[in-house]
């Protein structure tokens, strides 16, 4: 039985759970935080939801373990949160999830090019997106079926487990 733990990519000093919100749409970074609130389920700690506006600074939180998820928005320009999760895959050992936020479902396909840990198909769901997110930071591979069934359209196999 699970006992629904996360594996913290931050220090372990953090009592929080570190989100990275990629998107230059200040609209979407508000629907965002609004949507998350300071808690995404009530057997999570508390979250901190912290925007990027740019690759590299990204990059380099996570280079520093900084983070624990990334929410990436896939209309982002001139890197889209597609291409941005390619590279963190190619560049990042250990990473945290990668969530994709898309506008298009058309547009899904391209999730496994990109190796995104999930897609969620927008718009922000004030519900579904934070299920989506605690889904993803917990270790049981029986949540991801329940995820499916939301606004996500699309999750890859876990390729890592992680607890605290």
């Not at 840990?117 to 579904?128: E, F, G, R, T």
Request: hydrophobic share 40%.
């Amino acid at each position: 039985m699970s006992d629904n733990t996360v594996t913290l990519h931050t220090e372990p000093s953090h009592a929080q759970l570190r989100i990275a919100i990629y998107s230059d749409r200040p609209q979407l970074r508000e629907d965002v935080h609004s949507a998350f609130g300071t808690s995404i389920a009530p057997d999570l700690p508390a979250v901190d939801v912290i925007d990027f506006a740019t690759g590299p600074a990204l990059i380099r939180a996570l280079h520093n373990k900084e983070l624990d998820l990334c929410v990436l928005d896939g209309e982002t320009a001139p890197l889209g949160g597609m291409g941005l999760s390619y590279q963190i895959n190619a560049e990042i050992d250990d990473h945290p999830p990668l969530l994709v936020l898309l506008q298009r479902r058309d547009d899904a396909w391209l999730s496994t090019w990109s190796k995104a840990d999930a897609v969620y198909l927008l718009p922000v769901d004030p519900i579904s997106l934070p299920r989506a997110a605690a889904a993803l930071l917990r270790p049981e591979i029986g949540e991801t079926s329940k995820i499916s069934e939301l606004s996500l359209i699309h999750i890859s196999e876990p390729t890592r487990r992680r607890g605290i």
